[in-house]
């Protein structure tokens, strides 16, 4: 443990990539195998499930400390991290522990989850006995389930290859799955990761391969002029809609006994059973097959795929009946192939991995027609990703149509048909590993081009403290919009003016309506400036949160929104972020509700004052 809390130290408190993976690389050439194993998994995003309750950590920690609870929660607002907070309160530790981190996780921690809360108890007080802050920090972090360190996947296969003198490329194609929750990382996992060369049998029949991943477009680069300035003439791209679901990579390999079938999300889980519609199927694609593609709920006979959150209610209900099945038919949007006949395709010219892939599913939906019916029940659920058109080439005396404006138009109408816009695939590109540019190519390989988000502004009425860097500043804010357009300014202060003497709001009267909360999009100087009003203009205090008179109009971006009963406002959106201060916005110009509500109409078309 203390060697890891050390790595965790050396790579929280440095920026630069090349010292992160150095930390990394001398870890693992002192670590013993089966310790750095789950350090591994830990640093390319492994997490433990809870093992011990939120509550009984605080409150064991205030009875080691002897210290009462008002002390303590002043105590974590003002650092904002529990597992800090607790790590610092704590009495000196009595003795050492030389115990390592695998011992830790498979003789400790593991089997304390499930235990009595007596029994949980008694081992946190002597665990923390025995350990320093910083390692009660990383023991605190590992029971809440809460584990993370400011390192990529990407920085922790190059510090592997490194360490292995192996390719970064074949590190990332054996870490796949490594980090899955289910995961028991052990000696020999580790020495499978740095092996010289695949022992017979090695490789996992299920095992994916890394996702590639793409860059967003800039929104200067919006416009047909901008576009051909930065990626070039539109004939050496090939388009399709973003979709909004579930990156995902079907895997179909083997044979006999041995023959079956792997979804994989992008999060590297393995999704067994979650989607037996789609498992079913693949299980009719020839063996040797991989497909890169997206999960989404898209009811049969709809011209468009269901919303995010359709394909949502799924993914948290554990056990699927027969009508969640039915009310959510999932299907498998394909857009490229890694894998056929067993032979890895990701080094082909991405226009060539896509005329194999559609050649793939015109052969699998010829032999499903003529074939089993139970096999033509499948064919809706695996889907080719179209393409849209290059405008053909101009004749004598024609202007040559331009084929970004003729995107740039179809991706203005993405909400109406449910996607986030478009996809631009560089037609020479080959499948990398991860957000990398394909060497060699004008502009990288690929790019999502997605529609400008809804916009709305709203106004500052609850602040909470930031954690981690940002503890100790109001970061986190709870918005509102009025019920209704205020009349004027004078209506809209009047409202501001009672809320400050705590004056509930009269029934139908103007008010303002809290409707989301954010904590990101704004730069370090104008968080500092917010925290300036915030302290100077409170109302109330609610243990962590301040309740501030209205003052400030922020804009705020989001990707969709949904009706939720959890909410006052009737509405929850979709990756709320704040996109800037709206100091030239009168408080009374902010928005209203209706106009949010309106975002819900079929179509989703912004209405006036919102969009």
Known sequence: MRRFAALYAAL?????????????????????????????FFLAGGRPRQTVPTALLRSEARAAAGIPEWLFEASYQAVGDLAETIAHLLPPPGHASALGLADWLTQRLLPLRGAAPEAQAAQLRAWWHELTPAERFVLIKLIGGGFRVGVSKLLVQRALARHAGLPAALVAQRMMGYADARAQPDADALLALLAAADAPGQRDLG????????HALEP????????????????????EWKYDGIRAQLVRRGSGPAAGVWLWSRGEELMAGRFPEVEQAAATLPAGTVLDGELLVWPAGDARPAPFQRLQTRIQRKTLTRRLLADTPVVFVAYDQLEADGT???????????????????AWHARAADGASAAAVHTAVLRLSPLLPVAPAGGDGHPLPDTWATWAA?????????????????????????????AGLVAGGWWKWKVAPFTVDGVLIYAQA??????????????????????????????????????????GALQLVPFTKAYSGLSDAEFAAVDRVIRAHTLEKFGPVRSVRPSLVLELGFEGLQRSPRHKSGIALRFPRMLRLRPDKPLHEADALPALLALLEPGGTPSPGCG
């Open 12 to 40: 929280d408190a440095s920026t630069s990539t090349e010292a992160k993976v150095a930390a990394m690389v001398a870890y693992l050439a002192e670590a013993p195998a089966a310790d750095a194993a789950w350090a591994v």
């Open 207 to 214: 095992q994916p391969y890394p996702f590639y991943l793409a």
């Open 220 to 239: 200067a680069a919006d416009t047909p002029e901008a576009l051909t300035t930065r990626l070039g003439a539109a004939a050496q791209w090939l388009a």
């Open 344 to 362: 890895d395709l990701r080094g082909w010219p991405q226009h060539q991995r896509r005329a194999r892939l559609e050649a793939e599913l015109a």
């Open 410 to 438: 179809q991706r203005a109408g993405s909400r109406e048909r449910g996607v986030e816009g478009l996809m631009l695939k560089h037609r020479d590109a080959p499948y990398g590993s991860g957000r990398t540019k394909a």
């Open 466 to 507: 930031g954690h981690g860097r940002r503890a100790g500043l109001y970061t986190d804010y709870t918005f509102a919009v009025w019920n209704r357009p205020p009349r004027d300014a004078a209506e809209a202060a009047a409202v501001v003016e009672a809320i400050a003497r705590r004056e509930p709001a009269e029934p």
